[in-house]
Every structure is written in C-alpha cells, then in structure tokens.
C-alpha cells in the first residue's frame, strides 16, 4: 500500500496516479452533503437552478458534522453510509463531480459511473469523527442552514487521512 498526498483543487488530475487500496492524505475544499441535502440539491436541479456549489472538479463527504465546542471549528465529523446516496451520485458525476468520501461499498450502477465519470471514491474510517474534526480548519454552512448538521457546509482539509476505495481503471477495497 502507498501513501499519496492530495490536493483536491485538481483532483482529476491527481486521481491518475491512485490505485484503489492507496492511502491518500487529502487537503482542500470539500463539501458536506447526506441524503436531506441531496434531496433538495436535486430539486434545485429538477427546477433548473443554480447548485449552492459549482459540482465540477469538486469533493463530496457524506458527513453531517455535530456542533462545534467552543473554541473548534467543527465538531465530530465522521463519514455515513454511502450507499444512502446511491440514488443521487451518478448524476452528480455526469455533472462533474470528481470525487466522493463516504463508507462502504456502493451498487453496481453508481460504480459505474465512477468509472465512466473517471472520478474516485474515498472511504473514510467509521467512528474517526472527532480525529476527522482535526483535519478541518474552516467550516461554513452554505446552504439549508434549517437542516442542521445535514445542512451543505464548505470544509476546508488538511492532511485528512482515507483511502482510495474505487480508483478510476475500475480497481476497489471491496471485491
């Protein structure tokens, strides 16, 4: 296994040298986002308008951060289940997304557009929260602020430890 930094402002081009099973130690700009998020992020798009964020070349965490103690950024900020957001991510993909950070293994149509899309799928340690939450050093909510910790926030990362789960030659952690 190899250990790669990362940083995520070109990840598509970065995303050329991983291998699924890589450690990767990631810094840059991602967004939060779960399933009340995606849902609202895709009626914003059934309607024809404009994303908080713009999707292309951008970073995705299934994470819902809990409040910040005073004096922190942020507070716990571990990953969920990715595969909640199944029914969301290839069209997300097709948009231009270059990556995702999440748990666990995903359908088979989703791995596909991960493929397709050339686009990587980081796993994330579950119950690492609140070693997560060191690796944030700014946190804003950007939009549905009335979802709470679902709302969309723009973290930016530094030294976040994941690994590659689905590389873009097709490899993964999971088969």
């Given at each position: 296994?190899?250990?790669?930094?990362?940083?995520?402002?070109?990840?598509?081009?970065?995303?050329?040298?991983?291998?699924?099973?890589?450690?990767?130690?990631?810094?840059?700009?991602?967004?939060?986002?779960?399933?009340?998020?995606?849902?609202?992020?895709?009626?914003?798009?059934?309607?024809?308008?404009?994303?908080?964020f713009?999707?292309?070349g951008?970073?995705?965490?299934?994470?819902?951060?809990?409040?910040?103690?005073p004096?922190?950024?942020?507070?716990?900020?571990?990953?969920?289940?990715?595969?909640?957001?199944?029914?969301?991510?290839p069209?997300?993909?097709?948009?231009?997304?270059?990556?995702?950070?999440?748990?666990?293994?995903?359908?088979?149509?989703?791995?596909?557009?991960f493929?397709?899309?050339?686009?990587?799928?980081?796993?994330?340690?579950?119950?690492?929260?609140?070693?997560?939450?060191?690796?944030?050093?700014?946190?804003?909510?950007?939009?549905?602020d009335?979802?709470?910790?679902?709302?969309?926030?723009?973290?930016?990362?530094?030294?976040?430890?994941?690994?590659?789960?689905?590389?873009?030659?097709?490899?993964?952690?999971?088969?």
């Amino acid at each position: 296994m190899r250990t790669v930094k990362i940083g995520l402002e070109d990840l598509k081009s970065a995303a050329r040298d991983l291998r699924a099973g890589d450690a990767a130690i990631l810094s840059g700009i991602v967004y939060t986002a779960r399933d009340a998020a995606h849902k609202r992020l895709f009626t914003l798009l059934d309607e024809n308008k404009e994303l908080p964020f713009d999707i292309k070349g951008s970073v995705i965490y299934y994470a819902g951060p809990t409040l910040a103690a005073p004096g922190r950024v942020i507070g716990s900020c571990g990953p969920t289940t990715s595969s909640r957001m199944d029914a969301f991510t290839p069209r997300l993909l097709d948009m231009g997304l270059a990556g995702v950070i999440g748990k666990g293994a995903r359908d088979a149509k989703t791995r596909r557009s991960f493929l397709d899309n050339s686009a990587v799928y980081f796993a994330a340690i579950g119950g690492a929260g609140a070693l997560y939450s060191e690796k944030i050093t700014s946190c804003e909510v950007i939009a549905f602020d009335d979802l709470g910790c679902e709302s969309v926030k723009k973290l930016t990362v530094k030294d976040m430890p994941v690994y590659c789960a689905y590389d873009i030659y097709g490899g993964s952690i999971y088969e």
